[in-house]
């Protein structure tokens, strides 16, 4: 008998398994479709001898010493300060937009006041910001949202910007001074020796089992539990009762180059007439000393893993659906970016994994069901209620 199913061997499965194997005795299944965990974090070696990052680039970055402490449990740090720069008329200028951005961009020298005085100049007046295009025009314009943020935005979202939500430019600041770091966040590290090696030594505990390969549907009836932690689709988790709940997916396409770097930063974007967004020098950000380096191009697509819920309010009240079937269980608990179809970083995933497990570990009674062995799939939605057992919060903000 397991203690707790946790189905995703990503950041929340994760922190959930230590910590409930760790600091209450738990004994705990954690189990994942892919053949290795980590989630979207995990990095490898390549055929080079280069470590890079499977889905793409994952650069940590917390305003939380809480989440930063407790992940250096598993880990030493690398200090890395990740920067990025976009390909615009001709030339690699900073991404956020600052002061060198504007002097490079227009052959200008203005100061720090006067470039405030040039965002303004060119801002639009919107009463009311209600989408990604309303972010960016009434900070900076016309001009500078159609030269780095319109075709991005359309090519990573298969949409325009006027369509999405305002959170999703909202995303990416606009600075007057010189600082070029792509985050501004108090603690920005790398995991030394790679994420993988962060989660295998996190979930290197003797009440924690790991599953690969399995899609946990196939063994939810031969593995008797008292609770599960969710960690995927919730759409897929109700069997789309209420239909898809849709995404945006990447396609990576890997090169090794014969140099020790490809380009002057570690990733540089491309807004405009290229099909892919982005590429990133993996040696950036692991620091690896190697006579090569691997690149690799991002191209968004419809179809494959789901990586970016879709901001849309048809899609939210689709999702508040599933929410409140979710509600209704009082022994499976919904975290993490696919579970509560929101746009986290890996720190806030971090942040939500901890707070759900504060909260279990406050419960004081047994679970209202137990599911043995043979157990019907189709109870999922019809478990009995328990006295006194709290049900989960879904959706816990990150921090």
Wanted: proline share 6%; hydrophobic share 35%; with cysteine.
């Amino acid at each position: 008998m397991f203690d707790y199913l946790i189905v995703g061997a990503g950041f929340a499965g994760s922190v959930l398994a230590e910590r409930l194997a760790s600091k209450a005795g738990k004994k705990v299944l954690i189990i994942d479709k892919r053949s290795h965990i980590g989630g979207n974090a995990y990095d490898y070696y390549d055929k080079a001898g280069i470590l890079i990052h499977k889905y793409g680039p994952h650069i940590f970055h917390t305003n939380s010493k809480e989440v930063f402490d407790y992940l250096g449990q598993f880990t030493e740090w690398r200090p890395y300060e990740h920067r990025v720069l976009a390909s615009v008329d001709g030339q690699l200028v900073p991404i956020p937009i600052n002061l060198t951005t504007i002097n490079k961009l227009y052959g200008l020298n203005l100061s720090s006041e006067q470039v405030e005085g040039f965002f303004e100049s060119r801002a639009e007046k919107i009463d009311r910001v209600k989408t990604s295009e309303d972010v960016v025009v009434s900070k900076v314009g016309r001009e500078l949202y159609e030269k780095f943020f319109r075709g991005y935005t359309k090519k990573q979202w298969d949409l325009d910007p006027s369509e999405l939500d305002a959170s999703v430019t909202a995303r990416v600041p606009t600075r007057v001074n010189k600082d070029d770091r792509y985050f501004t966040d108090t603690y920005q590290a790398m995991p030394l020796h790679g994420y993988t090696k962060m989660f295998e030594s996190m979930l290197n505990h003797p009440n924690i089992k790991v599953m690969l390969q399995t899609d946990y549907k196939e063994i939810v009836d031969s593995i008797p539990f008292k609770y599960m932690i969710y960690t995927g689709p919730i759409d897929s988790y109700f069997d789309y009762c209420y239909g898809k709940l849709p995404y945006r997916s990447l396609e990576f396409k890997f090169e090794t180059v014969e140099s020790e770097s490809f380009q002057p930063t570690g990733t540089v974007n491309y807004p405009n007439e290229q099909p892919y967004t982005r590429i990133t020098d993996f040696k950036y950000l692991t620091g690896q000393k190697h006579s090569k380096t691997t690149i690799v191009y991002e191209y968004p697509q419809a179809e494959g893993d789901p990586y970016y819920p879709i901001p849309r309010p048809e899609n939210a009240e689709i999702y508040r659906k599933y929410q409140q079937l979710a509600a209704q269980m009082d022994n499976t608990f919904f975290v993490g970016r696919l579970a509560t179809y929101k746009y986290y970083n890996m720190d806030q995933v971090v942040a939500q994994a901890l707070t759900l497990f504060k909260k279990l570990t406050t419960k004081t009674t047994e679970p209202a069901y137990v599911h043995t062995a043979g157990a019907a799939t189709n109870q999922k939605v019809a478990l009995l209620k328990p006295n006194g057992v709290s049900k989960p919060s879904n959706g816990i903000n990150g921090i």
